[in-house]
């Protein structure tokens, strides 16, 4: 591979396919090769649209099979972030890491971070999958966080409101959003893997997938589009009174719900406090609230609106909070509950969560106190996970 780049970027979408041979053989000419003088191929692995990492898998692999060479794969999330570097490199300096947002549709994103070494990218996260409210829920609530935080892909444009409120705690973006990474973009990454030796005989070069089911039937769009849709944000003190009027009705009795002191103090704190609410009318259907220890987390309280119960919401924000486990390397999530509270035990014993000790009178009762369940259940630090949070 010579030092002199040539690239050419086409628009892509539904005629991409059509167009990408012929594109290439007049690259080549231009450059006054032959598919021969090649050494390697390169495409962009995915994550991204469906359509789009077939048709670069199978061309590649189509020509790298005729032109008898190895395969480069490379990680189209890092080639947005080097992408991003290229167009402002002055904006990143060794040791910063960068996170990429790429639209994924369904409200939902690519997500992974990159950290620059001063000549080449390091994984800080793999592709993962989150929704597409996971950014602010994750860091827009504590400018700790998010101060100096590197942002770059296309979704900061596709969804500006959803990502406004990390502009004021310090995040910046990194570079100008593009659809999809430009062709120097991945000739950077190409040549640096080709210095590695870090070529793939054409038999692996596969498209890389991080929703488990891309392709939807028929009915199951039509599923979707109908299903009630939900959006998950930060809790707020102008909350409380709509959070108090669903606990309580959702409660076997209303002595269990939380108090508005409770999450008065809980907001104070500074707590993990979420709220799902019905994305058309804003409506709140569930409350989680939990508070980061070292090396361990506390769920304090969860709750679903009585008429959304039995929907999975309680597993799904139980998920997100697994997830924030992991994101902080806590081992341990710990909770407290009724022994009486028969649905709640059900959902925490399936769940995973095992009983561990009892506090006597812990809990105010109807007719006088109630003792707790206290449960704990191990977090996976390890491998790969779906981190929504
Ligand atoms: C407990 C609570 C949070 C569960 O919320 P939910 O969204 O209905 O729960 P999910 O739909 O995610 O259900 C998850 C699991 O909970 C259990 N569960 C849910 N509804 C149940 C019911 N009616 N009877 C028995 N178990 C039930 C099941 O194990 C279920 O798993 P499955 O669907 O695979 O069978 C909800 O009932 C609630 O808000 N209760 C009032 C507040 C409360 O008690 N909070 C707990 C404080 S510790």
């Not at 086409?10 to 007049?26: E, K």
């Not at 960068?98 to 994984?123: I, P, S």
């Not at 979420?274 to 009318?281: G, H, I, L, T």
């Not at 009178?361 to 006088?368: I, K, R, S, T």
Request: net charge negative; hydrophobic share 45%.
């Amino acid at each position: 591979m010579g030092t002199a780049v040539q690239t050419l970027d086409l628009p892509g979408g539904a005629q991409a396919s059509a167009q990408l041979l012929p594109a290439l053989q007049g690259l080549l000419r231009d450059a006054g090769l032959t598919w021969s003088d090649l050494d390697a191929i390169a495409f962009g692995s995915g994550p991204g649209a469906f359509t789009g990492l077939r048709t670069a898998c199978s061309v590649t692999q189509g020509l790298a099979l005729g032109a008898d060479c190895p395969v480069i794969v490379l990680d189209t999330l890092m080639a947005v972030a080097e992408d991003a570097r290229q167009q402002a490199p002055q904006g990143c300096v060794p040791g910063d890491v960068v996170w990429v947002l790429q639209d994924a549709r369904m409200e939902e994103l690519y997500v992974g971070a990159f950290t620059w070494d001063g000549t080449d990218w390091q994984v800080a996260q793999a592709a993962q999958l989150w929704p597409l409210t996971e950014p602010v829920a994750r860091w827009g609530q504590d400018a700790r966080a998010t101060a100096g935080l590197h942002l770059c892909g296309n979704a900061l444009q596709a969804y500006p409101d959803r990502f406004a409120s990390l502009w004021p705690l310090g995040a910046t973006v990194l570079g100008e959003a593009t659809a999809a990474p430009r062709a120097g973009a991945l000739a950077a990454l190409a040549q640096r893997a080709w210095a590695r030796g870090d070529t793939v005989d054409v038999a692996l070069a596969l498209p890389r997938y991080v929703r488990d089911k891309v392709a939807q039937t028929t009915a199951e769009r039509r599923a979707i589009a109908q299903a009630p849709r939900h959006i998950d944000r930060l809790m707020t003190e102008a909350d409380i009174p709509a959070v108090l009027a669903m606990e309580q009705a959702a409660c076997v009795h209303p002595v269990h719900a939380w108090t508005d002191d409770n999450y008065r103090s809980s907001l104070r704190s500074g707590y993990w406090m979420r709220v799902r609410c019905e994305a058309d009318s804003g409506r709140i259907v569930a409350v989680c609230v939990a508070m980061d220890g070292v090396d361990e987390i506390h769920l304090l309280n969860i709750a679903v609106a009585r008429e959304h119960q039995g929907q999975g919401i309680a597993r799904a924000l139980l998920g997100l909070l697994y997830a924030r486990c992991r994101d902080r390397q806590a081992s341990l999530l710990w909770l407290e509950v009724r022994p009486s509270n028969e649905r709640a035990c059900a959902l925490y014993i399936r769940e995973g969560f095992v009983e561990v000790g009892r506090r006597k009178g812990y809990y105010p009762a109807p007719d006088g106190r109630e003792d707790a369940l206290v449960m704990r259940r191990n977090i996976d630090l390890g491998g790969a996970t779906r981190a929504v949070d």
